[in-house]
């Protein structure tokens, strides 16, 4: 079992539209949780953080978190065009000291 | 706002050659990371630093080596490049050593070993 995984997609939505990606991990003591945004040729950039179980809101994104299910996910409220990217999930995993360990990736594909 | 600066965006370089990949961050970050980008692959740890000097193995170390001097300075060196070393390399740093203190990334050196 990958220690976080996520579905490849693509994520295919139209505009407007809510997008949800999700995440699940294997470590139960995981500590901490995050989002990133990577555009095809960039470096990923952080979008949210999660450390306590439920929901984070930041704009039009919302994070949720579930630890008893390992769990956590991403909404994007009214997708745009230009959320078109790959969203990374990374968790911290109980180590001790501050290792971040990366799904793959969700491609999503927002159309106008 | 952070920044990480990785010197050199692409890069081409020949079987055995010895490469030096450097990264340079402004914000006084304690921590320092490399990781290598493969599709299908994600992102994984080769090294990090928690300190000048300090050096720990990540996931994927094998025919890597790395050199923290100073602590806004961390260097990835490929002893012997390989065709299989081809790949996304990015550069990280973080403030502290808790568990809460997310990655901030460089640009990321696309090497490509021929």
């Known amino acids: 079992q990958k220690e976080v995984e996520q579905n490849s997609g693509p994520l295919s939505v139209p505009e407007g539209a809510i997008a949800s990606l999700n995440c699940t991990y294997s470590d139960r003591g995981s500590q901490s949780f995050f989002w990133y945004r990577q555009y095809s040729g960039k470096s990923p950039e952080l979008i949210m953080s999660i450390y306590s179980n439920g929901d984070k809101e930041d704009g039009r994104f919302t994070a949720q978190l579930n630890k008893a299910s390992q769990y956590v996910s991403l909404l994007i409220r009214d997708s745009q065009p230009s959320d078109s990217a790959t969203y990374l999930c990374?968790?911290?995993?109980?180590?001790?000291?501050?290792?971040?360990?990366f799904g793959t990736g969700t491609r999503l594909l927002v159309s106008p | 706002d952070v920044k990480v600066t990785q010197s050199s965006r692409y890069l081409v370089k020949r079987t055995g050659e010895k490469v030096f990949l450097e990264c340079v961050q402004d914000m006084d970050h304690e921590n320092m990371f490399w990781y290598r980008q493969d599709p299908g692959l994600g992102l994984r740890l080769i090294y990090f630093?928690?300190?000048?000097?300090?050096?720990e193995k990540g996931d994927i170390p094998e025919g890597y080596s790395v050199s923290r001097e100073k602590k806004e300075r961390f260097s990835l060196i490929l002893e012997s490049a390989s065709t299989n070393q081809t790949s996304m390399y990015l550069c990280?740093?973080?403030?502290?050593?808790?568990?809460?203190?997310?990655?901030?990334f460089g640009n990321g050196t696309r090497l490509t070993v021929t």
């Open positions: 990280a740093s973080s403030l502290e050593s808790y568990y809460n203190s997310p990655l901030h």
């Open positions: 630093s928690y300190d000048v000097k300090m050096k």
């Open positions: 990374a968790v911290n995993m109980n180590t001790g000291f501050q290792k971040l360990v």
